[in-house]
């Protein structure tokens, strides 16, 4: 017998060329390996029958059980549908069909027994199914409780495709490819009392009871997870076998005086151990690729610098990139006054640099006499040649592609070490699969003295209330931001929105200078007024999300957030991170409708019950997904799991790594006995996927 993966779906019995050519462009499946991967999203039990009279509006799809009385036709055209009338004793119920009304009426005949499976609707008192799946009672009874129920698309459907014909394919491709090859190595099934892939594929279609089908899940997400690890960690291993990084044997002058001299404060534990980990990986021999993920506000910066001194005491040029120009500058001038007094030359290099500066840049950045270069992008640009780069340190990391952090890649032929700093803390599980190779730190201590925000859900009719304290804070000397969402659908609205409440503002705090700055706007006058926030000289900000990145105005003690029900949590989080940057106490407020979604306000209240930040983003990701979460959108990194979900099977995912790594020490060619399996499997899996140990 052949191999699923050998065998088209057109051979399928029921498939056929015109169904095999619909559900490769629905679907994507072409082989019967395709069409047994295509899992059911999920189950119903169907040994469960309802009685017509104990149906009720908030049901899901049910099954019952009678006979058609009459089948009528109605209307004209579009609006032609067919009507049965459907009994079973205890009530009656209308049955409507709108598509392939001729076959239906050939095919259903009344006074005979079925089985109806769909979602009730009640109208007018009378209850009605539309295109419910009708199986006879006896087809029924031999398939056991448990049915998948199998996504679909609206072409599919309309073309009169049903769950219950994928499912019937499924049992047919399993009988003419039924030689499923075992994928895991039988130590791993043992080990783990997995299920054996023959088994679980069969089961996951059908699974007769629970206690199977979670076995069945459980293995099969296992294997997806397996091969990810194990490509990761084959390319990782790969990586530190054959790239050779700079060595920078020495602490010397830089990194010494500053420490003693010009360090303003002492260095928190966990910033610390962060330097001793750089300062390991620098010395090793190794290309670094780490990294920090710390909270914001917890000294990030900082870090960086000092991290780029060790490069500059071995003799390298490093550089730092940020994703906007605000933030850029920011750093520049952060740094620069510190930096200053070491002698180190220090400069900054955006999309507004002047041609002429630019030109003495790329002279001093050849000739070695530029030490540390700031910037945005623009560090990309061809023309941007160092002479001796040994250090990059990227910024917010998630704000740039995959593609853009290669860039800096190719600009040495010995790759510089690399530190990704981001504030967006990622779930360890996550961290695990997008970072795959990427050493991690975790800052997870906040300078001393920081009072935690306080974070407060207030409804849009409380606003005046919000106000009287927004001026208390403002009596105080103390600086507002007001930040409106970004409603990328409709841009005039957003704009209107911001808008009123700009106006608003000014109307309410008149004695207040307020500034103004959303996405449309010039960056030079977005930058100018940030500015005049910055030096405190305007006190209220009304801003789109423009600001959630980086921005540090420690004066700064509220940050209202409009609309917050609709933000995700992450992007909460960061928004509350710019505040409570100074000594004093800092509020955060939500204000929302009171009218929300159940989960939507239970969001809202983690919010403000917590400021882990670790915490936060777990439960954004079991909420959203991992394929929503910022980071791994942009990053453009394929996360095509098809059973396996990153957020919620996290014990899974470091089960797989761990036996991957386990599997890779021991066999790091993957060609020992019992092991055949796994490089065409990696191959089949992998083969076009982008090498992920080169993004950074
Ligand atoms: P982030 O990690 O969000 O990038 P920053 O590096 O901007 O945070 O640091 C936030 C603020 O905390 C800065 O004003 C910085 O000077 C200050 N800071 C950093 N480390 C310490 C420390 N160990 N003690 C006191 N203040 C610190
Ligand atoms: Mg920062």
Redo the contacts with the bound molecule.
């Keep these: 017998m052949r191999r699923p993966r050998e065998v088209d779906i057109m051979y399928v019995k029921g498939i056929g060329p015109a169904r095999a050519k619909l559900l490769n462009e629905e679907l994507k499946l072409k082989t019967c390996h395709d069409l047994l991967h295509h899992f059911p999203s999920h189950y119903v039990d169907r040994s469960q029958i309802y009685k017509l009279r104990e149906l009720s509006g908030d049901m899901p799809a049910v099954q019952v059980r009678g006979r058609f009385v009459t089948f009528t036709e109605h209307g004209e055209g579009a609006k032609r549908r067919l009507v049965g009338l459907f009994s079973d004793g205890t009530a009656t119920m209308e049955v409507v069909w709108f598509k392939r009304i001729k076959a239906l009426k050939d095919l259903y005949q009344t006074g005979r027994e079925y089985v109806l499976f769909g979602k009730p609707q009640e109208f007018n008192g009378r209850w009605s199914m539309v295109h419910p799946e009708v199986d006879s009672p006896e087809s029924l009874s031999a398939a056991g409780g448990l049915w998948g129920v199998y996504p679909l698309t609206e072409k599919l459907r309309n073309r009169g495709i049903s769950s219950r014909n994928i499912a019937g394919w499924v049992q047919n491709a399993l009988a003419i490819a039924g030689n499923i090859p075992e994928t895991l190595p039988a130590p791993l099934l043992q080990r783990y009392n997995l299920m054996g892939a023959a088994e679980a594929i069969a089961a996951v279609h059908l699974p007769h009871d629970n206690s199977r089908l979670q076995r069945a899940r459980e293995r099969l997400k296992f294997e997806e997870l397996f091969y990810l690890q194990l490509n990761i960690q084959r390319y990782s291993n790969r990586r530190t076998a054959t790239l050779q990084g700079f060595v920078f044997p020495r602490i010397g002058r830089f990194f010494n005086s500053f420490y003693s001299d010009i360090l303003p404060?002492?260095?928190?534990e966990a910033?610390k151990r962060v330097l001793r980990e750089i300062r390991a990986d620098v010395g090793s021999g190794r290309q670094m690729n780490r990294l920090v993920q710390?909270d914001?506000?917890?000294?990030?910066?900082?870090v960086a610098l000092m991290a780029m001194l060790m490069a500059l005491d071995n003799g390298f040029q490093a550089c730092l990139m940020a994703p906007t120009e605000i933030l850029a500058t920011q750093h520049y001038e952060s740094l620069r006054s510190l930096a200053a007094q070491l002698g180190v030359n220090i400069r900054l290099l955006t999309g507004s640099t002047r041609k002429k500066e630019r030109e003495e840049l790329h002279a001093m950045l050849t000739d070695g006499t530029l030490h540390i270069l700031i910037g945005t992008h623009a560090l990309l640009e061809d023309n941007v040649q160092f002479k001796n780069l040994g250090f990059v340190v990227i910024d917010e990391q998630h704000r740039f592609g995959v593609m853009q952090r290669a860039r800096l890649w190719t600009k040495n032929t010995v790759a510089p070490h690399v530190l990704v700093m981001t504030?967006t803390p990622i779930p360890r599980t996550l961290a695990m699969t997008v970072y795959g190779d990427l050493d991690v730190s975790v800052i997870d201590e906040l300078?001393?003295g920081r009072k935690p925000v306080s974070t407060l859900l207030r409804f849009d009719d409380q606003r005046m209330q919000v106000y009287r304290s927004i001026g208390k804070q403002l009596a105080q000397g103390r600086q507002v931001y007001i930040v409106y969402p970004l409603i990328q659908e409709n841009e005039k609205l957003e704009l209107k929105s911001l808008e009123e409440g700009y106006e608003l503002i000014r109307e309410t705090f008149p004695s207040y200078r307020t500034v103004f700055v959303h996405g449309k706007m010039k960056p030079a006058e977005k930058d100018r007024q940030m500015q005049l926030f910055s030096s405190g000289e305007a006190r209220i900000l009304v801003a789109t999300t423009v600001i959630e990145v980086?921005v540090?105005v420690?004066n700064a003690s509220v940050m209202v957030i409009e609309n917050a029900e609709r933000f995700g949590l992450s992007q909460l989080h960061q928004l509350r991170?710019r505040v409570g940057?100074g000594a004093a106490q800092s509020y955060c407020v939500l204000m929302s409708k009171r009218k929300i979604a159940a989960d939507t306000r239970k969001r809202l209240e983690l919010m403000t019950s917590t400021t882990d930040g670790f915490l936060i983003a777990e439960a954004d990701l079991k909420m959203r997904g991992p394929g929503d979460l910022e980071g791994t959108l942009q990053s453009g990194i394929p996360f095509d799991l098809h059973i396996a979900n990153i957020a919620t099977d996290g014990q899974l995912v470091q089960l797989a790594r761990d036996c991957a790594c386990e599997i890779l020490d021991a066999d790091p060619t993957l060609t020992a006995p019992g092991h055949e399996m796994l490089l065409p499997e990696l191959s089949l899996l992998y083969s076009r996927k982008l090498d992920l140990s080169r993004i950074s």
């Design positions: 404060f002492s260095l928190t910033q710390g914001v506000g917890s000294g990030k910066t900082i504030a300078p001393p980086g540090n420690p991170g940057r």
